[in-house]
């Protein structure tokens, strides 16, 4: 079955930066989209953006260009986000999130996020 | 993108059907067959309940449904129980090539 594990919470001082891993299992890594969404606490769930894991090209969403950087590791099927500079106001879990349906079948990344992973929550103080 | 818009709670006794609302635009939930709806407990992640509008992914129980109106999508839950007792959130694909969350609602099982 399909499975997204996350790394776990990270302390971190602001300025600094933290990467975040979501290792994927249980599927073809390359054939599908991730996705990465935020959820400050006691707060709503934001799309933060998606990385093609064929292509490796990335689309960001409104108010994480910049800082906010996808990458991939393609033969440990792991997705990664790093997040530098950090602000007290990027305190939040962050999850990864399998786009649906496949990008063989729609490139462009329409869908849904049909498997999560279990979050990791990055803490941002001095 | 501007959240799609959800009423902060709703509630229902045991048996009861409630229905929550996404009230979004033509350029997400008006647009595209791309609305999804998500159920989440606390200090857990996010759980798929529908997508493609009204499509139900295996194992998810026959007691949720969506449908969708002109710009507002709803998720109805029939049979209310106990263990519906969450936070549910929609989603719609855009045209700006994006996603975007609803704002979130919190069902209470009375």
């Known amino acids: 079955q399909v499975q997204l594990v996350q790394s776990g919470s990270e302390l971190k001082k602001p300025g600094a930066s933290v990467k975040v891993s979501c290792k994927a299992s249980?599927?073809?890594?390359?054939?599908?989209?991730m996705s990465w969404v935020r959820q400050a606490p006691g707060q709503g769930l934001e799309w933060m953006g998606w990385i093609n894991a064929k292509t490796g090209n990335s689309t960001y969403g409104q108010g994480f260009t910049g800082r906010f950087v996808f990458s991939l590791d393609m033969s440990g099927s792991t997705a990664y986000l790093e997040i530098s500079s950090l602000k007290a106001e990027d305190t939040a879990v962050y999850y990864c999130a399998r786009l649906r349906p496949s990008i063989v079948v729609v490139p462009t990344g329409r869908g849904w996020f049909d498997s999560w992973g279990q979050g990791t929550l990055v803490t941002v103080s001095s | 993108q501007s959240p799609l818009i959800q009423p902060a709670s709703v509630s229902g006794s045991p048996g009861q059907s409630i229905t929550i609302s996404c009230t979004g635009t033509s350029s997400d939930v008006g647009g595209y067959n791309y609305v999804s709806w998500y159920q989440q407990y606390p200090g857990k992640a996010p759980k798929l309940l529908i997508y493609g509008v009204d499509d139900r992914p295996s194992g998810v129980s026959n007691r949720f449904s969506g449908s969708r109106s002109g710009n507002t999508a709803s998720l109805t839950i029939s049979g209310l129980q106990a263990e519906d007792e969450a936070d549910y959130y929609c989603?719609?694909?855009?045209?700006?090539?994006?996603?975007?969350f609803g704002t979130g609602t919190k069902v209470t099982v009375l």
């Open positions: 989603s719609s694909y855009t045209s700006t090539n994006s996603y975007v």
């Open positions: 249980g599927y073809i890594f390359i054939n599908y989209g």
